[in-house]
């Protein structure tokens, strides 16, 4: 059974930094694409970035416009373990975020509240 756990979430002020945690256990993800989305009351579970093998010894990352040169996702396989890091953060961060595994099958984690005041 896997399991994802999300860490990192809280308050901060606009312009701060939060940096998300989500650590994977029951398998290696290594082979997975991992990501984050997130959720407002009221709207549908939207994608932020995420980071897959791209074939050529490298991991390719790809992100929201909407967070694009603030957000930065990363992996640790060592630690199963994937990141994201936010620089700049402004009040429409504001949301839950969630750590996502899609591969052979597809993993969601609990979420963790990030608010961001302005």
């Known amino acids: 059974q896997v399991q994802l756990v999300e860490s990192g979430g809280g308050l901060v002020q606009a312009g701060g930094s939060l940096r998300l945690s989500c650590a994977a256990s029951?398998?290696?993800?290594?082979?997975?694409?991992m990501g984050w989305f997130r959720q407002t009351p009221g709207k549908e579970r939207a994608f932020v970035a995420h980071?897959?093998?791209?074939?050529?010894?490298?991991?390719?990352?790809d992100y929201a416009d909407s967070v694009k040169g603030r957000f930065t996702i990363s992996r640790d396989n060592a630690k199963n373990t994937v990141y994201l890091q936010m620089n700049s953060l402004k009040p429409e961060d504001t949301a839950v975020y969630y750590c996502?595994?899609?591969?052979?099958?597809?993993?969601w984690g609990q979420g963790t509240q990030v608010t961001v005041s302005s």
């Open positions: 996502n595994a899609r591969g052979a099958v597809e993993y």
């Open positions: 029951g398998r290696s993800l290594s082979s997975y694409v």
């Open positions: 980071i897959r093998w791209s074939g050529a010894g490298t991991y390719y990352e």
